[in-house]
């Protein structure tokens, strides 16, 4: 999926289709729930290594293995939707090359309409089961048009907890038969990670099971790469700015609510910001009113720098130097730093440096990685993309229900101090307490 101008994993609209489709098999039994020894939901976590950048990438992803035996697939993160899903052999009416065969779900996996996941995607009103064993249909469609219809199953997830133990919980996710994309017909990821905090998402799914706390946590590196966890053993316990998560009705979405923007420590007179934290937007996305302080501003503070209006394909707005420019650190001295202030985090406040929103082309340009979100169709929303996440923990602490960020390094490890290395051929596995999942027996998983 392309996203390095268009919001594309933001407001995921979940619609099931009446449950329709009544299938001739037995009715999923449920597992057994009985949580295995050594598991518990206080000091337990997952950890997964990131690949990808904001540019010329567009995107971060990771790998989650799943089945039995397991086999590995790439996903998009997306903290601005809830549904994991990716692209499968139901047969596929309409799907993109991904970098792995299509998952092919089991038969035993499928998801029925009376099953509560199914029931988690909608609201009661739009609710039909009309029969207990009609498999449960869904389509998640996306800002830039873009959409995926498929069927809710269940599978193995092979995770490796900080805590030593590989188990291998059944999980509920979508099976995507039919894409619609907006371009590119090669897509660079198998699918989409849902991380928003619907009961649908998976880290919900591992908190109802016992496993983890539901709290997450991702770390993108300005020099691409990362990491990501899911549980609260490696949240720092120290330096985090906590903000609460805003509790409006009209959202689902991580928000740390109404924001006052500044520049250079001075107000835009541009205030009651609604922002969003999303993962899923490469770019940051302000509405016409703030886009514009944006522009005056920096366009104001480079008056008399050596810096001239360019054009470049890769973003709307850019400058030119004497010389090309080599990375941020080239233009840091050009730019001053804008901050976002929240009212209900007692004045916290997340400074955005010139490399949080700000890019170097392939010409040697910089760029300006904030965009006007009015244009694109997102009203009175300012989206928080990757560009400005990046170089600090982010997390999202259902559990409290807050939303917490420190600056880190994210080519290493919190706690462990262990060095990101994404060059490993194992790189794909669930970290802490070695890895290779794929090359042990799977009956040394523990399947619930």
């Known amino acids: 999926m392309e996203k390095k101008i268009l919001l594309l994993l933001l ?45 010329p990438d567009g995107y971060f992803y990771t790998v989650l293995l799943m089945g039995n035996p397991p086999k590995p697939y790439y996903f998009d993160i997306d903290t601005g939707s809830d549904l994991t899903w990716l692209q499968c052999d139901a047969p596929c009416v309409s799907c993109s090359k991904v970098p792995h065969p299509l998952y092919r779900p089991n038969k035993n996996g499928l998801i029925f309409c009376s099953d509560p996941v199914c029931a ?18 869904y389509e998640v469609e996306y800002a830039d048009q873009a959409s995926s219809l498929g069927v809710l199953v269940r599978d193995v997830f092979p995770l490796r907890f900080t805590n030593g133990s590989l188990l291998g919980p059944r999980l509920a996710f979508g099976c995507g038969y039919d894409q619609q994309v907006s371009s590119a017909t090669v897509s660079p990821t198998d699918g989409v990670l849902g991380l928003g905090n619907g009961k649908s998402s998976i880290v919900s799914q591992l908190r109802n099971m016992g496993l983890i706390q539901n709290v997450i946590g991702h770390c993108f590196s300005g020099r691409g790469g990362g990491f990501m966890f899911f549980g609260d053993d490696l949240v720092p316990s120290q330096r985090v700015v906590w903000t609460p998560m805003s509790k409006s009705s009209s959202h689902k979405h991580y928000s740390p609510g109404l924001a006052e923007l500044l520049f250079g420590k001075q107000s835009t007179g541009v205030k009651n910001l609604l922002v969003i934290f999303d993962s899923g937007s490469s770019y940051t996305y302000f509405t016409s009113e703030a886009y514009r302080a944006v522009i005056s501003s920096v366009r104001k503070d480079l008056t008399g720098k050596p810096l001239k209006v360019t054009d470049d394909d890769s973003l709307p707005v850019c400058w030119k130097g004497p010389k090309p420019f080599k990375s941020i650190r080239d233009v840091k001295k050009y730019f001053n730093s804008f901050v976002l202030s929240f009212a209900d985090g007692k004045k916290a406040q997340l400074e955005l440096p010139p490399e949080a929103y700000l890019i170097i082309t392939v010409h040697g340009n910089v760029c300006l990685g904030i965009l006007n979100g009015t244009e694109v169709g997102l009203q009175d929303i300012n989206i928080l993309g990757d560009i400005s996440l990046q170089d600090r923990m982010v997390i999202y602490d259902n559990e409290k229900q807050q939303i917490g960020w420190v600056a880190a390094d994210c080519n290493r490890l919190p706690k462990s101090g262990k060095s990101v290395d994404h060059d490993d051929e194992d790189w794909s596995q669930p970290w802490t307490f070695n890895t290779g999942i794929l090359q042990e027996q799977s009956a040394g998983i523990d399947t619930l």
């Open 11 to 55: 407001f995921a609209l979940v619609v099931i289709k009446g449950c329709s489709g009544a299938v001739n098999q037995n009715q999923y039994q449920q597992q057994n729930k009985k949580k295995p020894s050594g598991v518990g939901v206080i000091g337990s976590s997952v950890v997964f290594p990131i690949r990808g950048n904001v540019y």
């Open 120 to 137: 988690s995607l909608h609201t009661p009103e739009n609710y039909k089961c009309l029969k207990p064993n009609e498999q449960c249909d």
